[in-house]
Structure formats: structure tokens, C-alpha cells
């Protein structure tokens, strides 16, 4: 069953290739996806471009199982030597945008659900391939997650060669304003707001929390922007800077906010958003066990993915190579998808959730 379902993946890879579905903008590759999974029987929910297939046989005493991964992609960059909308075989490879970020674990997650959906497991399976994921949009997972009933776990598809990503960094963009008096640059007079905000940024490029994260280290925390003053004569009574948050399952967002901002009082941060937050399962659930029995190393990830707007716990793995994605020539190796498909099988096949 493998073999079959292996090649019709494959081909669902082609048509998502050659079908453009840049985030916000993936309302003919979800047709194509929907297409797919209702000639294999199944009954397709659209929640605009989010592509949702319910359990089959749902039993309210199992718990439910997801399977995710997102249609959309990045826009193309330059370099491309091939068309990034034409699926090109070559050498055992498949060339096109969203080839390995994140067509073959869509099309991998499919076939494995197709195949599992076919058994009497115990759990619910259910099926989420979601949109505007490379630019977490509100009209992506987030407007789903309220319409899909209970989820007891996750496995989110994602290129990292299979490996279980146990950890996943979550993001804030705060956006910060240090005060000081204005006067003239040539008196002693005023507060110059960038001296203090040279304290502040200091003190944030050094600053460390008690708990760290076993799989992801400590919190990272950047100042990427500054800006202040109207003209060179005048001390500036404000300066204003950004400042790149990358935090780990040892806080949450909000108690990571707190944190920063009890360790630069003379700063006024304000978050962009706290809603792509960190995440992180132990080393002893029964999928990860499974998967380090299969020689796949647990790991923790620095990169965002719709694991960040989900309010269960979940495991990121999927076919690929992270360094491939959003480059010139993106590609998956044709093997690594069947691969994909026999592990996804394997380890979800008869897992005990409860």
C-alpha cells in the first residue's frame, strides 16, 4: 500500500509545485489537496484555504490524534536556475518552491493518513494542512484551532530529515522607548535618551534567566533597531529600539515579557504580539521513544512553525533538510518522502496517546 499511495504523493507534489501559493494566496493548492484527499474518500472541510479532514470513526473515550503542515510558501528568491513552478525529476530529486518547505511533509502526512485512516487505531486521527504559515497569519491555524474540537497531540510537518523536534523557539518583537530631556547639544543641559538607552541595551545584550531550556538553551534576546534624535544640535528626550525575543519552553511569553521588563525599568517595551509561543514535549513520550527506536535523535529547534499558535502539545518532524528552505533550486530528495511515509506509519501505528 505503501508503493501506491507513495506514488500518488508524489504526484500531488508535482501539482502543488506547479500550482503558486504564496501565503494569503493558496486558495488553488488547497483545491488541488482537497482534490486529492476526496478521490481517496474522504470527506474535506474547507475553513478558507485551511484544508481539515475530521476522524473517521471518532470514539470520545480515544484521544485525537492531528497531523499538520502548511500549503503555502515563501515567495521565490533569486538564483533560481530552474522555474520555480516547474516540478523538475532530476537525479533522484524534485525541484520547485515548497518542495522541502513544506510540500513533501504535506504530501507525506497525507498518504500516512490515508493509510493509518484504513486501520482501527487508538486514537481519533485528523487531518490539518493550514495556510499562512510563513507569515503566521490570522487566517491561518489560529482561525482553526477553535473549530476542530479536542486535541490530545500533534505531529507538525516540517523539514527536519525526521528527526523529533521536542523544543521549538517561540518569538517576540518588543518595540521599546527610553526617555530622557531635551536641551541644547552645546550646554550642559538635558538627559541624552540614547546614553540611557545604552544602559538599557547593555544590560539586555547580557542579561540571563535563572531556568534555561534543556533542548534550546537560554532565551535569546537581540536589540535589532535603534532610533532617536531630530537634528544635531539638540539632545534627544527619546530613543526608540526593537528587540528580537527567541524564547524557550523554561517561560512562556508573558513571563518571559515580565522578566525583561523588571530588568530595564528606565525602558517602556511594549510587545508587537505574544502569541508565537515556545513549545516543548518530554523526551519520554511514547512518539519521541519511538522515534529515537527508529534512530532519530531528539532535538530542539530555532525555527517558528505553527507549533508556535498551537494549544496542544506536539512534535515537529518531517522529510527534508531545514538548510534547504526559502533558498534558490529548493529540492527533496524523492527517497526521503517514501521514507517519510514508512515512518510516519510506523511510528503513529498503534500509539498509545493515554
Known sequence: MIDEIYYKAVDLLKKMISTPSVSRDESEVADAVTAFLENEGFEVTRFGNNVYVAPQRYDAARPTLLLNSHIDTVRAVEGWERDPFTAVEEDGRLYGLGSNDAGASVVSLAAAFVILSSREEPYNLALLL???????????????????????????????????????????VLDGEVYGEAGHAARNEGVNAIYEAIEVIDKLRSLRFEKESEMLGPVKISVTQIDAGTQHNVVPDLCTIVVDV??????????????????????????RSTRLNPSGVSKNHPLVERAAMLGLTPYGSPTLSDQALMPWPSVKMGPGDSARSHTADEYIELDEIRQAIEYYVTMLDGLKLA
Open 130 to 172: 493550514s495556510c499562512e504559515e510563513e507569515v503566521s497569519g490570522k487566517g491561518g491555524i489560529s482561525s482553526v484551532v477553535d473549530k476542530i474540537g479536542k486535541i490530545d497531540f500533534a505531529v507538525v510537518g516540517e523539514p527536519t530529515g525526521m528527526r523529533p523536534a521536542i523544543a521549538e523557539k517561540g518569538l517576540m
Open 246 to 271: 527567541r524564547t524557550t519552553d523554561a517561560y512562556t511569553n508573558a513571563e518571559t515579557l515580565e522578566l525583561i521588563r523588571r530588568a530595564v525599568p528606565k525602558c517602556k517595551l511594549t510587545p
